[in-house]
């Protein structure tokens, strides 16, 4: 987490002078490995911190893995969950087996055949705790998935079989509504036990990646493009037109915008929220808009002060004029958050923190007198920092929300850091505050609540309240979904006493799409694989 050197003199000049000759020049040696209207350029927002599917993290890794990977479940065009490398599967009347049968003749990418039991060595690879995969907690559902991951009980306890070269069979230890989702995600994707084992972390580069999904990886370029060619080996390859697609990370989202603007992009989905308006009514068929299943929050370390205390925390949520960022900074798409559950999620009605419904000046006076409450005020100011992930889009909100948090006598330092950074950061507990955005894998609450439960791999600010996780074991062992929901709902109603983090938007999907590229679906799961995607020029 650091800021943007600045006055770097000539010899850093000279190099911006280089590299930016380099990437004008390496578009078009990217592409040029098939027609044009055989490759898409698509534009992402950073560098995938990894192509393991075990180990990424973030939106943008994860659309580049949809294109290499196809777990035993996937997504189709609109992301609702289809067969993917399993044909078909049954669940027990229980809801605590499900037995998948394997498509005949399922091939890696090099064409050497892909079984059961590859499933079911990855899935024990997930939760391996030397793995440190990001989401093993999606495994929880499974038995003994969660003692593994605490390394209290060894891999091969894992509740997964496989019994035959075409049978896998997954145990839990409690129903699992989400479960079929949690398979599409990218942490049901098979990896290959034999790169695994015989190159370790470098087994996913160019040459040495097995995948069994739509693509295959042709090439990375580390900050330039990775470019990926269709595998002939996946079960539908005869329904995927692209040859060839090529990701440029794109930092800024100004540069995206003019990258696309020009050409060099067929579809992005990071670009300026000011620019929004001005993109509907010039470009109003490119321009893509859709609710998300995410949430922006604030993460706080909650093991030392000013953030051990309830009462700070309930104080900096209150200041927050969330109304105002969405309007000022945000625009079409995007909704204030006063519940880390967005109004997205199907059949679930959030609860709605009591606070949005006062007025802000009422809010300002309970936040005063809160953080008073907890021995703070104008001699002993609450100070911290705050990371964020450096985009210019994201400074300004970052700064209005200082200045928001001044008017109660508080102090918030912004600190700019890239993604994989403040990933590293969010990890390793190495902050006082972050601002953190979650993507579910998944159309469920729980993809959200989970995120405070004790032990959970994405609770990042350690809040542990047993009183909650009981709520959500309860909820989540409810066969009847409507009462499950409900439930839930009354599992987070819990949290705004204890505000573990801070909800300050969801997030709408903003893309821009060329109009010949066809088969483009926008969806709240912000999920577009480009098996399904074609250009006709």
Request: glycine share 6%; no cysteine; net charge positive.
């Amino acid at each position: 987490m650091f800021s943007r050197r600045a006055g770097a003199g000539a010899g850093a000049a000279s190099a911006a002078t280089i590299l930016a000759v380099f990437l004008a020049f390496a578009m078009p040696v990217a592409a040029e490995a098939a027609p044009a209207a055989k490759t898409l350029n698509r534009g992402t927002a950073a560098e995938p911190n990894s192509l393991d599917p075990h180990i990424a993290q973030g939106n943008t890794a994860g659309a580049v893995l949809y294109d290499l990977n196809v777990g035993l479940t996937t997504l189709d065009a609109r992301s609702r969950v289809i067969p993917g490398a399993a044909e078909s599967w049954t669940i027990s009347p229980d809801g605590l087996t499900y037995t998948f049968k394997l498509r005949p003749g399922l091939k890696w990418s090099d064409g050497s055949p892909l079984t059961s039991e590859d499933f079911a060595w990855s899935a024990r690879r997930l939760v391996t705790p030397a793995t440190a995969a990001r989401f093993a907690s999606f495994y929880y559902p499974v038995k003994n998935a969660r003692a593994i991951v605490r390394g209290q009980l060894p891999p091969d306890s894992l509740g997964v079989e496989a019994p035959d070269p075409r049978t896998v069979i997954y145990r839990l230890e409690a129903p699992a509504a989400y479960f079929l989702e949690n398979l599409a995600s990218n942490v049901g994707a098979p990896v290959p036990r034999q790169q695994v084992e015989k190159f370790g972390r470098q087994w996913t580069r160019p040459g040495q990646m097995l995948t069994n999904g739509p693509y295959r990886l042709a090439e990375v370029v580390p900050q330039s493009y990775i470019a990926l060619e269709k595998n002939p080996n996946f079960y539908a390859a005869g329904e995927v037109e692209l040859e060839r697609v090529v990701y440029y990370p794109t930092q800024n989202a100004d540069t995206s915008l003019r990258r696309y603007l020009a050409g060099e992009l067929d579809l992005v989905f990071n670009f300026p929220g000011a620019e929004v308006e001005k993109l509907l009514r010039e470009r109003p068929k490119e321009v893509k808009i859709s609710p998300s299943l995410s949430v922006n929050y604030l993460v706080m370390n909650l093991s030392k002060p000013p953030f051990s205390d309830a009462r700070v925390r309930r104080a900096l949520s209150l200041a927050l004029d969330r109304e105002g960022i969405v309007n000022k900074f945000l625009g079409a798409g995007y909704r204030p958050a006063w519940s880390i559950t967005p109004p997205t999620v199907a059949g679930y009605q959030a609860p709605v923190a009591p606070a949005s419904k006062q007025q802000a000046g009422a809010r300002l006076a309970e936040a005063r007198k809160l953080l008073a409450e907890a021995g703070y005020g104008p001699g002993k100011p609450v100070q911290f920092e705050i990371r964020y992930e450096s985009q210019e889009e994201n400074r300004r909100i970052v700064v209005a929300m200082a200045a928001m948090w001044r008017a109660i006598g508080v102090e918030a330092r912004p600190v700019a850091s890239d993604l994989n950074g403040l990933n590293k950061d969010a990890r390793t507990g190495s902050f006082e505050m972050l601002r953190y955005t979650w993507f579910a894998p998944n159309d469920d609450p729980y993809s959200f609540l989970g995120l405070m439960e004790t032990g959970t791999t994405g609770n990042y600010s350690k809040f542990s309240n047993p009183a909650y996780d009981a709520a959500l074991r309860k909820a989540n062992a409810t066969l009847d979904n409507k009462v499950r929901l409900k439930l839930l709902a009354d599992a987070e109603a819990m949290l705004f006493r204890d505000e573990p983090v801070i909800p300050v938007f969801y997030y709408g999907r903003r893309y821009l799409v060329k109009p010949y590229v066809k088969g483009f679906e926008p969806n709240q799961r912000a999920v577009n694989p480009s098996r399904y995607l074609s250009v006709r020029r």
